[in-house]
């Protein structure tokens, strides 16, 4: 707990703290500049995070809410109170973190920004109105509100319903064989079969073959009979039992097919239900406002010729062309409704000096391709940080603390120059920034470097340096001075030379966001990567495109996570394009994406590999559980049958307090052992199963050395840099790039050899450059057993240590879709037309004596 600010003397200028030991941290003391960039370095999973987000932003945001009303604290979502002795001079922090936000599609770019807010008073009190048509209030240009949604669509943009073939897929099938695939199966879709039965109807012909009459009926009524069910019964008892009036099985009420899917969609908290109707709906544009979302009346107000929600379609760039000239006033033609209101004259003025100061900051984001429009679940959690970086700039604050996770995530080496001149700004203005951070680049511009480690997890949590950047070099135990000062060695690899190259798989005419009619060919059997600045195409060609091509040739399905809003169920984007060779050589696509391994602390690292599933067993086949009778089922927490009957496994309980954040104290009865007694009675050589969860992926090798199975998963997840975690460490704890890691080091386990496709975006993402190594070498590892790896990927270590390059662009968002050039690493660094490719040159120049590859300066 904090101490009081008077015990500690103050140093003029710094944030001084004393004795922080959040997660991993030892018990550290430490002295930051203010006014400064100052960034946190070290392995993945060292402690910088639990420094720079545990402590000194938990700690200023729990000073500021102690400030305060205990009503208005309620509404914060509150950080845990760190583990510190005391901090001083900590001026209040606003905290810029890798998030999505929001799930739902009425989440945008402009809602982000609050871009939309000033375009929508902008056509509120400057906008051409038709002739007698009333003034609108701002709130009657949003699709969100009452006043400004279509009726029709209620703002959605389009309408949805079922069809005969959307819930008929198949009609060779019966109605018994489940041609009606969109009601419920189990006993639900076959007590429906069992009331036609008894209201008369042939359940055995084949759909085709029924009456129209007769099919439309059971789809579409919205009559809802209720009738006896005899249950077991064959049509032709059924009739019998009508006539003498037996007693029914029960009273079962028809639901029609149509029915089932719009009232299931609309009422259901079951997300994985939702999803389940939702590929029963069919999608089409609101005939009323035309995809519009909003009322005719809206509608019919324009500004500079556009209505609101044409403008909103098109790019910050083009935006900012349209408002800059309204500035000065040189607004084109004025029409005799504007000359008669010169207040309009003014309010344009003002508004369009605020929206280009806003733009202008967006646009050196290198964002000036995304359209206001855009909705957030399609960002990627870099794009969307630096919309509110853009945001935070434009703000003028004084005298803050910005902590930023990863500022450079998902940017391309072009990108990053641009978000160093934004971060100097915010330093310029009077604010301290405080950024978590593996991008070399990055660390170079830093005023002051913090370097954690020496390692991950119980071997982290130690300041080895803090100070300018220069001094950094003389610390031998960091990790990250090898490489900031150029002593790192690339991975030894095999190169796979292209004239050996077996096949390539052959994409023509895709067609997706930016991606025109495309044709590009990935060669199998290779490490690719995919390059290109942000927002050039990389991702939808790769994750969405080619996962979805060839997902739906070889009639493969990939689970999805459920998002917490239904509308994102039928708003997923379509991919079009056709495969022309290749497809032959894979028979499995696996994505290993970075979305997490779990919603609840329940999962984790041991049961998402399934190692868990064999040390249950090992403790099952113990001497002791076998005289008890005790099976595997006995090792879970999850079951009743093993876990503690107060915690009910959580190992926790929650105490409210309110006005505070909840707090979470071990559970009284087990500890937070999450087992009853008996349970943790059984021991396999002098360890209980908790005490195994516990245990780190390091420690958990030494301990099972001697059972195969077991080891193998945790080799593999030594392999990938995942020592330092606990088989027991919560799925809610895991960063991205640790969820996807975990997910490759389980595919890895599985052994697998050859013909599989294997598609990561961004796996660097979170890494730092020594554990960049690691996942180079897995990758490797894939491609050497005759799978084909593609990966997007802004890392110049990933792509020089590929076998071939395909780069995407030329620039962003219009600017974009195109294949720009590939080729080998070294070909394509030659390219005069990449962006990609003066980056990869300097990056192989300086690696050429370890890398193998040289290009002359003359080339």
């Not at 032709?236 to 097919?257: H, I, M, N």
């Not at 830093?446 to 370097?451: N, R, S, T």
């Not at 996962?547 to 009639?555: P, R």
Request: proline share 6%; with cysteine; aromatic share 6%.
């Amino acid at each position: 707990m904090p101490g009081k600010n008077a015990s500690l003397p103050q140093q003029p200028g710094f944030v001084q703290v004393r004795g922080a030991r959040e997660h991993n941290l030892k018990n550290v003391d430490l002295d930051i500049p203010r006014d400064a960039l100052v960034v946190f370095t070290g392995v993945s999973g060292s402690g910088k995070s639990s420094l720079a987000f545990g402590t000194l932003y938990a700690e200023a945001q729990r000073r500021y809410l102690e400030s305060v009303s205990p009503y208005a604290r309620r509404l914060f979502h509150q950080m845990p109170v760190p583990e510190v002795t005391e901090i001083t001079g900590l001026p209040p922090a606003v905290a810029l973190q890798q998030q999505r936000g929001s799930p739902t599609t009425r989440s945008s770019v402009g809602s982000v920004t609050t871009l939309s807010n000033s375009l929508r008073m902008l056509y509120s009190r400057a906008g051409d109105y038709p002739a007698r048509q009333p003034l609108l209030y701002a709130e009657s240009f949003s699709p969100n509100t009452p006043e400004g949604a279509c009726p029709r669509c209620h703002g959605l943009g389009r309408v949805y319903e079922v069809t005969e073939q959307s819930m008929v897929p198949d009609d060779t099938l019966t109605i018994r064989e489940r041609a009606i695939a969109a009601w419920p199966t189990a006993w639900h879709g076959q007590n429906l079969r069992d009331i036609l039965v008894t209201l008369g109807y042939d359940v055995d012909t084949p759909w085709r073959e029924m009456s129209k009459k007769d099919r439309r009926w059971i789809l579409f009524t919205d009559e809802q009979p209720v009738v006896p069910v005899y249950a077991g019964f064959t049509p032709a008892e059924v009739r019998q039992a009508l006539k003498r009036k037996e007693d029914p099985s029960y009273q079962g009420t028809f639901t029609s097919a149509q029915k089932y899917v719009m009232q299931t969609f609309a009422n259901t908290e079951s997300a994985s239900m939702k999803k389940r109707v939702a590929q029963y709906m069919v999608s089409n544009e609101c005939p009323l406002c035309k995809g519009k979302r909003l009322r005719p009346e809206s509608l019919a107000v324009t500004f500079a010729g556009h209505d609101i929600a044409d403008i909103s379609r098109l790019s910050l760039r083009q935006l900012a062309e349209i408002f800059r000239p309204m500035i000065a006033g040189q607004s084109g033609r004025q029409t005799a409704a504007a000359r008669a209101h010169p207040e309009k004259q003014i309010v344009r003025q003002r508004i369009a000096a605020d929206l280009v100061a806003r733009l202008d900051v967006l646009l050196e984001l290198g964002l000036g391709y995304l359209t206001l429009e855009r909705s957030t679940p399609t960002l990627s959690p870099g794009e969307l940080q630096r919309l509110r970086l853009g945001t935070q700039v434009r703000s003028n604050l004084f005298g803050v603390v910005y902590v930023l996770d990863e500022p450079s995530a998902g940017l391309h080496p072009a990108d990053t120059e641009p978000l160093l001149r934004a971060l100097d700004r915010l330093k310029a203005s009077g604010n301290s920034l405080f950024v978590v951070e593996h991008a070399l680049d990055v660390i170079r511009h830093a005023d002051w470097i913090v370097d954690v480690g020496p390692a991950a997890g119980e071997k982290g949590g130690h300041i080895l340096y803090s100070g300018p950047a220069a001094g950094l070099e003389a610390v031998t135990a960091s990790a990250t001075a090898r490489y900031l000062f150029a002593r790192d060695r690339m991975p030894a690899r095999r190169l796979r030379i292209p004239d050996t190259l077996d096949g390539f798989l052959k994409l023509r005419q895709v067609t997706r966001n930016n991606l025109d009619r495309l044709d590009v060919d990935f060669p199998l059997g290779v490490l690719t990567s995919v390059t290109g600045v942000s927002g050039s195409g990389k991702s939808s060609l790769v994750s969405q495109v080619l996962v979805d091509l060839v997902t739906a040739a070889l009639g493969q399905t990939l689970e999805k996570e459920p998002e917490e809003d239904g509308d994102d169920y039928l708003e997923e984007g379509i991919s079009h394009g056709r495969i022309a060779a290749g497809l032959e050589r894979i028979r499995r696509l696996i994505r290993v994406d970075q979305k997490p391994i779990g919603r609840t602390p329940r999962s984790n690292l041991a049961t998402y590999t399934g190692l868990f599933d064999h040390v249950r067993r090992l403790f099952a086949a113990t001497k002791t559980a076998r005289s008890r009778g005790y099976d595997a089922g006995h090792f879970s927490f999850n079951v009743v049958k093993g876990r503690c009957p107060t915690c009910e496994g959580e190992g926790a309980v929650m105490v409210e307090l309110l006005f505070l954040p909840s707090v979470y104290a071990p559970c009284p009865d087990c500890h937070g052992a999450r087992y009853n007694e008996k349970t943790l009675g059984i021991r396999y050589r002098d360890r209980n199963i908790a005490d195994v969860l516990a245990m780190t992926v390091d420690a958990a090798a030494a301990f099972f050395a001697d059972e195969e199975q077991v080891l193998r998963s945790l080799g593999m997840l030594q392999d990938v840099g995942l020592g330092y975690l606990r088989l027991g460490q919560p799925a809610t704890e895991l960063s991205g790039g640790e969820a996807q890691r975990i997910k490759l080091a389980t595919e890895l386990q599985r052994a697998r050899r050859g013909d599989l496709l294997y598609v990561l975006d961004e796996p660097t993402t979170g890494l730092h450059p020594a554990d960049v190594d690691r996942l180079i070498k897995q990758l490797h590892t894939l491609a050497d057993a005759g799978n084909t790896v593609i990966v997007v990927e802004h890392n110049m270590r990933v792509v020089a240590a590929s076998d071939w390059v395909i780069d995407i662009g030329p620039g962003a968002g219009e600017e974009g879709g195109k294949v720009v050039a590939s080729g080998t690493p070294a070909e394509l660094a030659l390219s005069r037309s990449s962006r990609t490719a003066p980056y990869l040159r300097r990056f192989l120049e300086e690696h050429r004596d370890q890398t193998g590859e040289f290009i002359s300066p003359g080339e």
